[in-house]
């Protein structure tokens, strides 16, 4: 198993530019989240989703969009990068014991 | 809406001591998770601890346990035995289980263990 992966590892965008940050994972979990962490902060969550074609928002999901077509892959896009969008992201995933969370490594987004 | 407060921005402690860091949250909610996560320098996100709130008893996880006051909606970490490798940001979460198991993360303890 290789748990939860995210790409890239890392990416700079120019203000108003769009991408998408990929999460998988292979362990036939329900749940999947997406959060972001701010420098010196705790995670924020952004959106998060219960079962393939169900998403909901979180925190903070201003300027995100997400889809869930399948059951390992949960995607987060950006439309207009911002640079109050320079975080780090991390998508994580829960199974039937919901309350256990497991992280990807994390995606570092700068925009300038 | 929940809280969760980390007071300590940042602690110190020697090698093979004993440390315990704070976390207080704030919730109308019955059942709900606590965790304490772990994340060195790596960024990998760590689960160290958990402790439903039904239950009395502390979780403890070998050197790691918690002091759990649900009335006083307090939950600390205590690290006996420091090893050089527990160097890392702590974050005290909260998770109630209605919802979609949303996750409320503390703004973290940074823990330096010195030799």
């Known amino acids: 198993n290789a748990g939860v992966t995210q790409t890239p590892k890392f990416r700079i965008l120019k203000i108003g530019q769009s991408m998408t940050l990929q999460c998988t994972q292979d362990m036939n979990h329900n749940y999947m989240y997406w959060y972001r962490q701010d420098p010196g902060m705790g995670l924020k969550l952004i959106y998060y989703?219960?079962?393939?074609?169900?998403?909901d928002k979180g925190e903070v999901p201003n300027g995100y969009n997400v889809s869930r077509s399948t059951t390992e892959d949960f995607p987060l896009r950006l439309e207009l990068a911002a640079p109050s969008q320079t975080s780090v992201y991390f998508c994580?995933?829960?199974?039937?014991?919901?309350?256990?969370?497991?992280f990807g490594p994390g995606t570092r987004l700068l925009v300038l | 809406a929940q809280t969760v407060t980390q007071s300590q921005p940042e602690m110190s402690v020697q090698e093979a001591e004993t440390v315990t860091l704070s976390c207080t949250y704030d919730t109308s909610e019955n059942n709900y998770y606590l965790f304490w996560y772990k994340q060195p320098p790596s960024r990998q996100m760590i689960l160290v601890i958990r402790q439903e709130a039904y239950k009395q008893q502390n979780a403890t996880e070998n050197r790691f346990s918690v002091n759990f006051q649900k009335a006083a909606k307090s939950f600390s970490l205590k690290i006996s035995d420091s090893q050089l490798g527990d160097t890392a940001m702590y974050f005290c979460a909260f998770m109630k289980l209605a919802g979609g198991f949303k996750t409320i993360f503390g703004a973290g303890t940074r823990l330096f263990v010195k030799a």
């Open positions: 994580a995933s829960s199974g039937q014991l919901q309350e256990t969370q497991y």
């Open positions: 989703s219960v079962g393939a074609g169900i998403t």
